[in-house]
């Protein structure tokens, strides 16, 4: 099921995580679109500054403080 309530909230990645195209270095700042919850466990879809939208899961990135969803 997609879940847009963390939708808009700044993140960063909490490690070098490795996708198809190569790395996203660590505390690389993106934006949450939605979470999705597949086969028991929770994914979220981030936009990240570099141009990379990539899924990734919770304990990969962490929420900044303070952060507020945009409306886009």
Do not use: W
Request: hydrophobic letters at 35%; aromatic letters at 4%.
């Amino acid at each position: 099921m997609m879940d847009r309530s963390l939708g808009g909230i700044r993140c960063r990645t909490a490690r070098p995580i490795a996708h198809h195209r190569g790395y996203l270095p660590r505390a690389l700042e993106g934006t949450i679109r939605y979470t999705i919850d597949n086969i028991g466990r929770t994914l979220l879809r981030v936009d990240f500054d570099s141009g990379e939208s990539v899924m990734v899961l919770p304990d990969d990135v962490t929420l900044d403080a303070g952060t507020r969803p945009t409306l886009s």
